[in-house]
């Protein structure tokens, strides 16, 4: 049964972070917003009670609130001349499946990105020169600059109420922050979190080094805050079941406790959940957008028209979409013409992992971003010359695990993994086992890139994204030097074990104990059409009407996690629809 | 009659008139701003599951994989082994559950053999998995020894279990390995998952290594027992009776 909704002014593709940011701001406009939503209706107190949360196997081992690959899958391979295959099941990857996307069960690492990560072209041939780069590198500009954003990283800021001790204020450096962040113009909204053990230690050593360690700044709420919507959120528990988890205690920045009861106040808001938007529609000749279609939880098509679409959906799925709709040019590796799946980056990791010999780290005492870190050898902090790459990682004590069935298998090397020397080991690593994360940059290479899966299908017959990646020579150069760094902190910590690893020394899977979920690019923002999708304000080039909204829209991913850029660039995208375009709809950049 | 008046009454028109269909979907849900009907379903409630009987394991397999279990999680001075803690009654309702049928996995075809880094391509379940690697497992036994796994010394068990956990005892249908590597997480799964899924009695994997295990609030130890030995006596969410 096909059916047609009322015509909205809006409709949104996806309700998590970037969506419900966007739908919120529109629908204070006096637009009427529709939001299409894949997974379903969620609301804290009913969906994740503290008296059912701390469980670990339907948590963070069955991941069931978490997409699942029946859902939705990827195909991946290494190199363009392999054949992908699908991910059968999600390690790595793990994605929304509901109403407050994965802003519901991140981590909650909660970064503005620094100056050099918004326009690393400039600045790698200000301070280096083209010779700096690896061959096949890709690096360009965002078209619009952290001072741009400044405003509206402060308004997400004050949205999600996120944690921490700013470091530079207007310009001024402050204690205990960071000393390599963005000016900022207002301390963080509340407080860092208490730290660990292992954070001390680790910040004790880094000190000895002389390093400049800080507080992750964070989605776990640090004292009672009421946010710039009027929500009240209360300080973080340490309880433990937090990252893959939903937070019923008011404690994690998710669109569920900041934004959404609001949201749900106004009348001209609505969502439609546990539909599948599987098509953006568009005029004939592709100049504008009309809607989209959309497949419910009965097999019905449904169609929504609006005078402006939004896609919000995760990363690589805005990318998928855009390709099913045949909307701008797909990226061609042969020729490298094209620019829809261009520009796809991943997160390079390199790690440091210890034991010690008597410790009480009391691992089960944490938070999914419950970290201490240096900036020191992250984006352009250092001087890059004569090292053969560019870019760096945020070095970090990361206290995020503690659940048993987890660490089980994280015993000191040479130790047995079953019988009585499995459980003797267990019982001492348990409470001895710490790491030190080098959370790398990945910048855009022409042999990195998404298209359609020429094999592989969907549960509605479309086919699936087809992911090409590996770590490029510049990942590989960088990565070792940050495993190195992560290494000499980790033997200053005083850990009796101590060894390290660097991800890019291996082929990517997407299989990998500990390895990231984060992916960018695809549909990446810029300043010129012949390599970018869309203008600085996230608007297509081609479809004045069509806004892709999200990591997507990164040309580049940083030693930094994501979230807080997609909520700031989303703000930012948002104004210039609200005091550009509806005033005058149209391109808001012409060329 | 306005479009936004439509919207607050919470009533859905068709666009046009020409259009015979009503939307009417039966499980996708559309809410209303101001509607007052935004509730969430609630989540499944929690149930302590029946060790009485069996629910899809054989008594002969419960037997089998109970004597496998006892060799990677064994009764000694640390505590009770992986059968008295319930890890079988555990594996046997995960196996009649989502889990046991790969529900979440994507199984479509073609199957194809990958790289090692694309991962494992087989769309076999962990039921039919368990079905078939048991009596591989049996077979192997049989082969080297002469006998059944479960008449073997503790010895013989042990180095037998190393030569699976390697692959170097090949099974016919499947890879000793990677059958072996389901065994280990899925009896560390019993071992030390909330004790209502039918393992970890009495929360003996949680006392194991000091594990406090539900509870949602350490703001009181976060400073004042910071690196120090908490002695907790561990909680669950729903024990058994």
């Known amino acids: 049964m096909n059916y047609k909704r009322p015509k909205a002014d809006v409709v949104i593709i996806g309700l998590g972070w970037s969506g419900s940011t966007m739908a919120e701001e529109l629908t204070r406009a006096g637009l009427n917003v529709v939001a299409i939503e894949r997974g379903a209706w969620r609301d804290t107190t009913t969906s994740f009670p503290t008296t059912r949360n701390p469980d670990e196997l339907s948590g963070s081992v069955r991941k069931d609130i978490l997409q699942a690959p029946v859902t939705e899958t990827y195909t991946v391979r290494n190199k363009a001349n392999q054949t992908a295959l699908p991910l059968r099941k999600f390690n790595n990857l793990t994605l929304g499946n509901n109403v407050g996307g994965a802003g519901t069960h991140w981590a909650g690492a909660s970064w503005r990105w620094q100056a050099f990560d918004h326009q690393p072209y400039t600045r790698v041939m200000e301070r280096y020169g083209a010779k700096q780069l690896v061959d096949g590198l890709i690096l360009q500009d965002w078209g619009v600059t952290y001072d741009d954003l400044e405003p509206f990283y402060?308004?997400?800021?004050?949205?999600?109420?996120?944690?921490?001790?700013?470091?530079?204020?207007?310009?001024?450096?402050?204690?205990?922050?960071?000393?390599?962040?963005?000016?900022?113009?207002?301390?963080?909204?509340?407080?860092?979190?208490?730290?660990?053990?292992?954070?001390?230690?680790?910040?004790?050593?880094?000190?000895?080094?002389?390093?400049?360690?800080?507080?992750?700044?964070?989605?776990?709420?640090?004292?009672?805050?009421?946010?710039?919507?009027?929500?009240?959120?209360?300080?973080?528990?340490?309880?433990?079941?937090?990252?893959?988890?939903?937070?019923?205690?008011w404690s994690k920045s998710s669109p569920n406790i900041c934004i959404l009861p609001v949201l749900m106040q106004r009348p001209n808001f609505t969502v439609v959940t546990e539909s599948e938007v599987i098509r953006i529609n568009t005029t004939p000749d592709k100049k504008m957008a009309t809607g989209v279609t959309f497949v419910d939880s009965n097999g019905n098509i449904g169609e929504q028209p609006a005078d402006i679409v939004i896609t919000a959906t995760f990363t690589l799925d805005n990318t998928r979409l855009l390709l099913l709709s045949g909307i701008s040019m797909p990226y061609d590796f042969a020729s490298g013409q094209g620019v829809v799946g261009r520009g796809f980056t991943f997160q390079t990791l390199s790690w440091g992992f210890m034991f010690f010999e008597n410790e009480y780290l009391n691992p089960f005492m944490n938070t999914g971003a419950l970290a201490t870190q240096i900036d020191d050898f992250n984006g352009d902090n250092f001087d890059h010359t004569g090292m053969g790459f560019i870019g760096g990682a945020g070095i970090q004590s990361l206290c995020n695990q503690g659940l048993p069935i987890g660490m089980a298998g994280l015993v000191p090397e040479g130790s047995p993994q079953w019988g009585k020397g499995w459980k003797?080991?267990?019982?001492?690593?348990?409470?001895?086992?710490?790491?030190?994360?080098?959370?790398?940059?990945?910048?855009?290479?022409?042999?990195?890139?998404?298209?359609?899966?020429?094999?592989?299908?969907?549960?509605?017959?479309?086919?699936?994204?087809?992911?090409?990646?590996?770590?490029?020579?510049?990942?590989?150069?960088?990565?070792?030097?940050?495993?190195?760094?992560?290494?000499?902190?980790?033997?200053?910590?005083?850990?009796?074990?101590?060894?390290?690893?660097?991800?890019?020394?291996?082929?990517?899977?997407?299989?990998?104990?500990?390895?990231?979920?984060?992916?960018?690019?695809?549909?990446?923002?810029?300043?010129?059409?012949?390599?970018?999708?869309?203008?600085?304000?996230?608007?297509?080039?081609?479809?004045?009407?069509?806004?892709?909204?999200?990591?997507?829209?990164?040309?580049?991913?940083?030693?930094?996690?994501p979230t807080i850029v997609v909520g700031a660039t989303t703000l930012w995208t948002a104004k210039a629809i609200r005091d550009l375009y509806l005033r005058n709809p149209g391109p808001l950049v012409r060329v | 009659m306005k479009r936004r008046d439509i919207i607050k009454g919470g009533l859905m028109l068709m666009a046009t008139s020409t259009l015979a269909s009503i939307y009417k979907p039966a499980c996708s849900k559309t809410f209303v701003g101001g509607s007052g009907l935004w509730k969430a379903e609630p989540p499944p409630p929690l149930m302590v599951v029946d060790s009485s009987r069996l629910v899809y394991l054989t008594e002969a397999e419960a037997k089998l994989v109970g004597a496998v279990f006892d060799v990677l999680i064994p009764h000694d001075?640390?505590?009770?082994?992986?059968?008295?803690?319930?890890?079988?009654?555990?594996?046997?309702?995960?196996?009649?559950?989502?889990?046991?049928?790969?529900?979440?996995?994507?199984?479509?075809?073609?199957?194809?053999?990958?790289?090692?880094?694309?991962?494992?391509?087989?769309?076999?379940?962990?039921?039919?998995?368990?079905?078939?690697?048991?009596?591989?497992?049996?077979?192997?036994?049989?082969?080297?020894?002469?006998?059944?796994?479960?008449?073997?010394?503790?010895?013989?068990?042990?180095?037998?279990?190393?030569?699976?956990?390697?692959?170097?005892?090949?099974?016919?249908?499947?890879?000793?390995?990677?059958?072996?590597?389901?065994?280990l997480q899925n009896v560390r799964e019993g071992y030390l998952a909330d004790p209502m899924y039918g393992g970890n009695r009495d929360m003996t994997g949680w006392k194991l290594i000091g594990f406090p295990g539900a509870i949602y609030d350490y703001r009181d130890w976060m400073v004042s027992q910071r690196g120090k030995k908490i002695d907790v006596e561990p909680v669950s969410l729903l024990s058994r009776a």
């Open chain 1, 154 to 249: 402060d308004r997400f800021e004050k949205i999600a109420g996120t944690s921490g001790t700013a470091g530079v204020i207007n310009g001024a450096k402050q204690p205990g922050g960071n000393p390599f962040e963005g000016s900022r113009t207002s301390l963080y909204p509340t407080p860092a979190l208490e730290r660990t053990r292992a954070n001390l230690l680790f910040s004790e050593a880094a000190t000895r080094l002389g390093y400049h360690p800080f507080p992750v700044p964070s989605a776990m709420i640090g004292a009672p805050y009421t946010n710039a919507l009027g929500l009240n959120l209360a300080p973080c528990t340490y309880c433990g079941y937090c990252q893959l988890y939903g937070c019923g205690n």
């Open chain 1, 424 to 561: 003797q080991a267990f019982q001492k690593g348990y409470q001895n086992y710490a790491q030190i994360q080098g959370q790398g940059t990945n910048f855009a290479h022409r042999e990195q890139f998404l298209d359609l899966d020429p094999t592989y299908k969907d549960r509605f017959g479309q086919p699936l994204l087809r992911i090409t990646f590996d770590y490029n020579e510049n990942d590989r150069r960088s990565g070792r030097f940050v495993r190195d760094k992560c290494v000499e902190i980790a033997r200053e910590m005083g850990a009796r074990q101590v060894w390290g690893d660097s991800f890019p020394d291996r082929p990517y899977s997407g299989y990998r104990l500990w390895d990231s979920s984060h992916v960018q690019g695809g549909v990446v923002m810029g300043e010129d059409p012949k390599t970018s999708v869309q203008n600085r304000y996230q608007q297509n080039w081609d479809i004045p009407n069509l806004f892709v909204i999200g990591a997507s829209s990164f040309p580049n991913n940083a030693g930094y996690n």
């Open chain 2, 77 to 183: 001075e640390l505590g009770i082994g992986a059968t008295e803690a319930g890890c079988v009654t555990f594996l046997d309702h995960q196996l009649a559950g989502p889990y046991g049928a790969a529900a979440k996995d994507y199984r479509l075809g073609p199957v194809v053999e990958g790289l090692p880094q694309q991962g494992p391509q087989s769309i076999a379940t962990p039921a039919e998995l368990y079905r078939t690697g048991l009596v591989e497992l049996r077979h192997a036994a049989q082969a080297k020894f002469g006998k059944s796994f479960l008449d073997l010394s503790e010895d013989q068990k042990i180095d037998f279990m190393k030569g699976i956990e390697t692959g170097d005892i090949p099974f016919e249908t499947l890879k000793s390995n990677e059958f072996f590597s389901m065994l």
